[in-house]
């Protein structure tokens, strides 16, 4: 997945960046470009909103991006990142080799899904109302058009999930013994770990301190696969 950073400031390489400088030249090699989101964001492949959020410094581009983003506005990844060195890359007496090439970077498909509501990894809570999108999140290689994305609360499913860290989660997918899964028992919806068993669903914690519960398949309203996490770092 392509990750951006939401912090004032990261720690690039022994040293920290602040996200508001970078956000600045990001917006000036675009404008000195003369070219608007929209057309910046197709030749990226990348939500508009998504450049619209680095520019603002609610989010950074991580390395890959950022390199994708100095070649469409052309300056140099360096300069981009830290301010450091010249803007534009220096022209050579010899035959320009492309950087970059689209060959070697295919384009990833990125979407953006919202975010719904809280999911518990510990106790069971009323469900969740998905018609209702608290935020939304960009993903990416994410083949469900119905996708949506949960926040975690609890820490049953730690190490592996912790509390603040998002789930996707696919009403497409269909989830199979040892999935870790979005289950709604009685109205209530809780993430776990699934084991089908016959006329029952066990529904595993994989934190040691949580215990197990088995419940009824019919007592079972939905079940919806997680098929991508994304750490609250």
Same mark, same amino acid.
């Given at each position: 997945?392509?990750?951006?950073?939401?912090?004032?400031?990261?720690?690039?390489?022994?040293?920290?960046?602040?996200?508001? !400088?970078? %956000? /600045?030249?990001?917006?000036?090699?675009?404008?000195?470009?003369? =070219?608007?989101? +929209? $057309?910046?964001?197709?030749?990226?492949?990348?939500?508009?909103?998504?450049?619209?959020?680095?520019?603002?410094?609610?989010?950074?581009?991580?390395?890959?991006?950022?390199?994708?983003?100095?070649?469409?506005?052309?300056?140099?990844?360096?300069?981009?990142?830290?301010?450091?060195?010249?803007?534009?890359? !220096?022209? %050579? /007496?010899?035959?320009?080799?492309?950087?970059?090439?689209?060959? =070697?970077?295919? +384009? $990833?498909?990125?979407?953006?899904?919202?975010?719904?509501?809280?999911?518990?990894?510990?106790?069971?809570?009323?469900?969740?109302?998905?018609?209702?999108?608290?935020?939304?999140?960009?993903?990416?290689?994410?083949?469900?058009?119905?996708?949506?994305?949960?926040?975690?609360?609890?820490?049953?499913?730690?190490?592996?999930? /912790?509390?603040?860290?998002?789930?996707?989660?696919?009403?497409?997918?269909?989830?199979?013994?040892?999935?870790?899964?979005?289950?709604?028992?009685?109205?209530?919806?809780?993430?776990?770990?699934?084991?089908?068993?016959?006329?029952?669903?066990?529904?595993?914690?994989?934190?040691?301190?949580?215990?197990?519960?088995?419940?009824?398949?019919?007592?079972?309203?939905?079940?919806?696969?997680?098929?991508?996490?994304?750490?609250?770092?």
């Amino acid at each position: 997945m392509i990750a951006c950073v939401t912090n004032v400031s990261r720690r690039r390489q022994g040293q920290t960046v602040d996200i508001s !400088e970078i %956000s /600045e030249r990001i917006r000036f090699a675009r404008e000195s470009k003369d =070219l608007e989101h +929209a $057309v910046l964001s197709r030749k990226m492949h990348v939500p508009e909103r998504m450049l619209r959020q680095w520019e603002s410094g609610q989010e950074a581009p991580d390395q890959e991006l950022l390199r994708r983003l100095a070649r469409h506005v052309g300056v140099e990844p360096a300069w981009l990142a830290t301010g450091e060195g010249n803007m534009s890359p !220096e022209p %050579s /007496e010899t035959n320009v080799i492309p950087l970059f090439k689209d060959s =070697l970077h295919p +384009a $990833v498909n990125l979407m953006e899904i919202p975010v719904l509501s809280s999911i518990p990894a510990g106790k069971t809570t009323p469900m969740f109302h998905p018609e209702y999108a608290d935020r939304y999140v960009t993903v990416d290689n994410v083949k469900d058009k119905g996708a949506f994305a949960l926040v975690v609360k609890g820490n049953s499913m730690s190490p592996r999930i /912790e509390e603040g860290d998002i789930v996707v989660v696919s009403p497409k997918e269909q989830p199979r013994s040892g999935d870790i899964c979005v289950i709604r028992v009685n109205d209530e919806d809780v993430l776990k770990k699934i084991k089908f068993d016959a006329d029952y669903v066990h529904l595993i914690p994989l934190n040691k301190q949580f215990e197990p519960v088995t419940v009824r398949k019919q007592d079972v309203a939905l079940i919806w696969k997680v098929i991508k996490v994304i750490k609250n770092l």
